[in-house]
Nanobody, 112 residues
Framework: VQLVESGGGLVQPGGSLRLSCAAS????????MAWYRQAPGNQRELVAT???????NYADSVKGRFTISRDNAKKTVYLQMNSLKPEDTAVYYC???????WGQGTQVTVSS
């Protein structure tokens, strides 16, 4: 399975971005998906997960600001990020845990 992220960029504090991750295989619809992030010098951390039926979980640091969603017909998972903070700066990775598939990552930089 190939995962391709898009949507990263530079945004000011308080701004918003939406990340997308497109999967290459139809098995996307039967598996949970996750977003991780890794800031320089830090370990990769789990940001959010979504099951095949749409149940979601979030890291405490992003609760109330980020929303994970999926479109099974488009084989795509999204991460809507609002009220961004400088500490959200990281490379964001899409993950399909069941098959240990990772995307290439997309850089998100929050800075004035």
């Amino acid at each position: 399975v190939q995962l391709v992220e898009s949507g990263g960029g530079l945004v000011q504090p308080g701004g918003s971005l939406r990340l997308s991750c497109a999967a290459s295989e139809s098995i996307f619809r039967i598996y949970s998906m996750a977003w991780y992030r890794q800031a320089p010098g830090n370990q990769r951390e789990l940001v959010a997960t979504i099951t095949n039926s749409g149940n979601t979980n979030y890291a405490d640091s992003v609760k109330g600001r980020f929303t994970i969603s999926r479109d099974n017909a488009k084989k795509t998972v999204y991460l809507q990020m609002n009220s961004l903070k400088p500490e959200d700066t990281a490379v964001y990775y899409c993950n399909m845990p069941r098959v240990a598939a990772w995307g290439q990552g997309t850089q998100v930089t929050v800075s004035s």
